[in-house]
């Protein structure tokens, strides 16, 4: 499985691997409900099995794409809000990206798992770790929201190992996995109300029928 682009085509994060870009609203974690401008990256090297965005893991299946021309078409959307997400944005460098987005007057927020070292300025950082692959040390520190994807009951104890090394102001989420979110939400409203410092995300977005 191919995990990242050629970094010598990117001319330096000026170009990058460009799964899709979309208006849409976010469905998930703090900012659920809100018009955002996504920006999907391809190439991820986590492999989770029960990941949804799967076609995204090979970067090779998406050229390499002027990180101007995305900049364009976000700024020309109706929101003031971006989402970079992927597969694993990080693995990139996204400071010409983040750069570009912050000359236009956009918000920036990331998506990652935390397992690649930081690049950009964001306004707001969403950290989902993975078991398979956890997140760096620095990862912890950026994080405004630590959301945890739940899959089963063990899960529990990994969301409070990652929720004892973010920041005090760090919000935190615990989210059902899409294919056992009825069987196991009954345990995460359980645990929440019994930890009630954790929040409930679910992917409302799906709910919606939207991207």
């Not at 009825?182 to 995460?188: G, H, N, S, Y």
């Amino acid at each position: 499985m191919a995990l990242t682009a050629d970094l010598t085509l990117l001319d330096g994060g000026r170009k990058l691997p460009l799964v899709e870009d979309f208006y849409t609203i976010q469905g998930e974690g703090y900012h659920s409900g809100k018009p955002a401008y996504f920006i999907r990256l391809g190439g991820c090297d986590v492999g989770c099995s029960w990941c949804d965005a799967k076609y995204t893991w090979n970067p090779k299946l998406y050229p390499p794409t002027d990180v101007e021309t995305v900049v364009a078409r976000a700024a020309s959307c109706a929101a003031q809000a971006i989402v970079i997400t992927g597969g694993e944005p990080l693995i990139y460098p996204l400071g010409e990206l983040t750069a570009r987005l912050r000359e236009r007057g956009l918000e920036i927020f990331l998506e990652t798992s935390g397992s690649h070292p930081f690049s950009g300025v964001f306004d707001w950082v969403c950290l989902s770790p993975k078991r398979r692959q956890p997140p760096l040390d620095e990862a912890f520190g950026r994080a405004d929201e630590l959301k945890v994807i739940v899959e089963s009951e063990e899960d529990f104890a990994w969301a409070e190992l990652n929720a004892a090394r973010v920041g005090k102001r760090c919000m935190l989420y615990l989210q059902p996995e899409w294919s056992v979110a009825e069987r196991m939400m009954p345990a995460i409203v359980e645990y929440a109300k019994a930890h009630p410092r954790w929040n409930i995300s679910i992917q409302t977005h799906k709910y919606m029928h939207i991207p």
